[in-house]
């Protein structure tokens, strides 16, 4: 996912160390005089992130926090995605 999957936006992901290595980042990046850029994705979340949850459970005022959409009938089918758009993964994007 490319790290497009968030579940936490307080948290380090343990890939990229501890949150101690992003200070200590931090700090020495601000000691050479120049700045840091974290990228903050906060248009993409996981389904198992809690403001996902709320929203699909319609609660905590989280309800519109997501676009929801019924089932589509295509081709006398019922689709349960909303689209055919396919994820930069190559997969269904809803999936």
Same mark, same amino acid.
């Given at each position: 996912? &490319?790290?497009?999957?968030?579940?936490?936006?307080t948290?380090?992901n343990? =890939?990229?160390?501890?949150?101690?290595d /992003?200070? =200590?980042?931090?700090?020495? /990046? &601000? =000691?050479?005089?120049?700045?840091? /850029?974290?990228?903050? /994705?906060?248009? &993409?979340? @996981? #389904?198992? &992130?809690?403001?996902?949850?709320? @929203?699909?459970?319609?609660?905590?005022g989280?309800? #519109? $926090?997501?676009?929801w959409?019924?089932?589509q009938?295509?081709?006398?089918?019922?689709?349960?995605?909303?689209?055919? $758009?396919?994820s930069?993964?190559?997969?269904?994007?809803?999936a």
């Amino acid at each position: 996912d &490319h790290g497009y999957d968030i579940s936490d936006y307080t948290s380090i992901n343990p =890939e990229y160390g501890t949150m101690e290595d /992003v200070e =200590e980042l931090i700090d020495g /990046v &601000h =000691e050479r005089d120049m700045k840091i /850029v974290f990228d903050m /994705v906060m248009n &993409h979340t @996981s #389904d198992q &992130h809690q403001w996902f949850k709320d @929203s699909i459970l319609r609660r905590n005022g989280k309800d #519109d $926090w997501y676009i929801w959409q019924d089932n589509q009938t295509i081709g006398g089918c019922i689709s349960t995605a909303p689209n055919n $758009w396919r994820s930069m993964l190559g997969n269904n994007g809803w999936a």
